[in-house]
């Protein structure tokens, strides 16, 4: 078969455009080309073996498996990531997250920024590509999480720039930074329990639940802030649909002398809080 003929074949089974598309990625993947070169291309022959391989991948797609684990890429704040199932697929809200660090890194100049529950490195990763300046360390509880994002970090040549420690939220940080940013688990396991099926069969369940109602992390990283003897300038968070309330409570119950803002994502959800530390 042809690189035409194989694409028609799997286009002809499929209901939607975007697996139209997936068979796109998966083919220039598999045959390490562009896309670009699938259509100028069109009579190549496939080796029986790639067609094969191409079928076993698509049909794992089509089984409900995020292409990015199936190609172990994902664009991230126009970076590229490797991901595979050690850590989660990281997702276009989140680097409104960067976004925000990096307005704020006008006005400082340059910091030192903690990333916590870095999984694929890609916020810590993405802010130090930005920042020449900045001193960024990535932490996560997760091993296996880290040894990708030290991967990521190898590829975008950000070695000597990036510290990776293991650590449960706070506790392994001894030095102050300026900025803390996380993007923790926040899926409730009894309120809020919004997840997609493939979600929850594919991705890493420790970079998911959040506790009861997804927001216990956030309520352990206040607790061990506050009892830091140092205090950052800023301390930003991604949180899930309708958990801003709680959010607003922990920040009255543990910060209430500090300012909170809460901005929306681009669907107009409330997705991200900053809280100001007057130090
Ligand atoms: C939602 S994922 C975010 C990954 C990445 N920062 C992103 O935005 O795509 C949450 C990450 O937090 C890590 N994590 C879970 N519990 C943690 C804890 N107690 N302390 C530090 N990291 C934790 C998970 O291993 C996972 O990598």
């Known amino acids: 078969m042809n690189i035409g003929q194989i694409l028609q074949n799997a286009k002809n089974n499929m209901k939607r455009q975007e697996e139209a598309l997936a068979a796109e990625l998966l083919l220039s993947?598999?045959?390490?080309?562009?896309?670009?070169?699938?259509?100028?291309n069109p009579s190549e022959e496939i080796h029986q073996e790639q067609e094969k391989?191409?079928?076993?991948?698509f049909k794992r797609f089509y089984q409900g498996e995020p292409l990015a684990y199936l190609t172990h890429?994902?664009?991230?704040?126009?970076?590229d990531f490797h991901v595979d199932k050690r850590v989660l697929i990281p997702r276009p809200e989140t680097e409104l997250l960067v976004e925000k660090v990096l307005e704020l890194t006008k006005k400082t100049g340059d910091v030192r920024i903690l990333d916590i529950g870095t999984g694929s490195g890609c916020i810590?990763?993405?802010?130090?590509?930005?920042?020449?300046?900045?001193?960024?360390?990535a932490s996560d509880i997760s091993t296996e999480a880290l040894q990708v994002a030290a991967l990521n970090r190898e590829t975008h040549g950000l070695k000597d720039r990036?510290?990776?420690?293991?650590?449960?939220?706070?506790?392994?940080i001894e030095e102050p930074f300026d900025i803390i940013v996380a993007?923790?688990?926040?899926?409730?396991?009894?309120?809020f329990n919004f997840v997609a099926r493939e979600v929850y069969k594919y991705e890493p369940h420790i970079a998911?639940?959040?506790?009861?109602?997804?927001?216990?992390?956030?309520?352990?990283?206040?607790?061990?802030?506050?009892?830091?003897?140092?205090?950052?300038?800023?301390?930003?968070?991604?949180f899930g649909f309708l958990q801003g309330e709680k959010i607003r409570g922990l920040h009255a119950q543990y910060f209430p002398d500090e300012q909170l803002e809460i901005f929306q994502d681009y669907a107009k959800i409330e997705r991200i809080f900053m809280?100001?530390?007057e130090t």
């Open 29 to 40: 993947f598999l045959l390490n080309k562009k896309k670009e070169y699938l259509f100028l």
């Open 53 to 57: 391989n191409f079928q076993a991948l």
């Open 73 to 79: 890429h994902k664009e991230f704040f126009g970076l």
């Open 124 to 137: 810590a990763l993405s802010l130090a590509k930005n920042l020449p300046g900045a001193q960024i360390t």
């Open 162 to 172: 990036v510290t990776l420690i293991e650590s449960n939220l706070l506790q392994n």
């Open 183 to 191: 993007n923790l688990p926040y899926i409730g396991e009894k309120k």
């Open 208 to 238: 998911l639940f959040g506790g009861d109602d997804g927001t216990f992390l956030y309520e352990q990283l206040f607790q061990q802030l506050k009892a830091k003897k140092w205090q950052p300038h800023f301390l930003l968070g991604e």
């Open 275 to 277: 809280i100001l530390f």
